[in-house]
């Protein structure tokens, strides 16, 4: 896959489709790398009429990782956020939205319509604010605003989230880690067989795996802190993508997201968890492609 360098780093992406066609570009979330878009929803949207961008963030998948960073801890760099203070990070969501803006002037192309799931979707929400000109349209998919009012993930679905396999585990360990990670936190009306939870772990495993560079994304997620007002200076149509039955970002967290961007829909899925689950796939790519095509203004 081909790397640009810029904004002083390597970024791993990769586009599909014809150069002609509108632009989507796909941002994953935590410690997710792009492969993990679902084959069924990237060709949903190449077969109507989309160019699809995808790419891996900083710090996980091909693109740089900041190995031997000094990191400040969780709680010191949740203080110093809440405090108004910049603890000092190797980069932010703000610089990785930096990124995506500097891969569509690299491949040409003027406006995208960006979309993001989970911390991806965070960054979104900052490509359109940071980047207006570029963003013809925003879809934040199972994200937050980052309001720390709202309702903390469900006890089980942290807990595996902030946990990790042994350092000596061998690549089963691993691969059954976070097969149990993406089963605790997917949708339970739309369940992910077993198998495919294990082939997914492994081939994201045998890509790259990068432990303590999820641990430096989580940070930058931190500090990010409230995203409230910078939400509402978004202008580009948006539509905002939530499970009802999300146990990590809970459903509330949507609708808090959409109350805060002048104009937002709201689509809330019963059953859906924090996961793009096949039996969604064509719910979500139709929902999207119409947001896509939908005319300047237009509600949809």
Known sequence: MPVMR?????????????????????????????????D???????????????????????????????????????????????????????????????????????QAHVVGVSMGGMIAQLVAARHPRKTTSLTSIMSSSGNPWLKPPRRDALK?????????????????????????????????????LRERAGRSLDRAYDPPGVGRQFLAIVASGDRRKRLRRITARTLVIHGAADPLVRPDAGRDT????????????????HDLPAALCGKLVEAIAAHCAAPAGAAV
């Open 40 to 110: 069924a929803f990237v060709q949903g949207l190449l077969a109507r009429g989309f160019r699809v961008i995808r790419l891996d963030n900083r710090d996980v998948g091909l693109s740089t990782h900041y190995d031997g960073a000094r990191m400040p801890g969780l709680w010191r760099t949740a203080m110093m956020t809440r405090l108004g203070l910049k603890p000092a990070l190797p980069y932010t969501l703000d610089d990785m939205a930096d990124d995506c803006a500097a891969l569509l002037d690299e491949l040409g192309v003027a």
């Open 258 to 273: 959409a109350r805060n961007i002048p104009g937002a829909r709201l689509m809330m899925i019963e059953g859906m968890g």
């Open 160 to 196: 595996m989230l902030m946990s990790r396999p042994p350092r000596d585990a061998d690549r089963a360990a691993i691969v059954a880690h976070f097969a149990r990670l993406f089963r605790t936190i997917g949708s339970p009306d739309f369940p992910t067989p077993e198998e495919e």
């Open 6 to 38: 810029r904004n002083g780093v390597d970024i791993c992406y990769e586009s599909l489709g014809a150069a002609g066609d509108p632009a989507v570009l796909l941002i994953m979330g935590l410690g997710m790398q792009m492969i993990a878009w679902p």
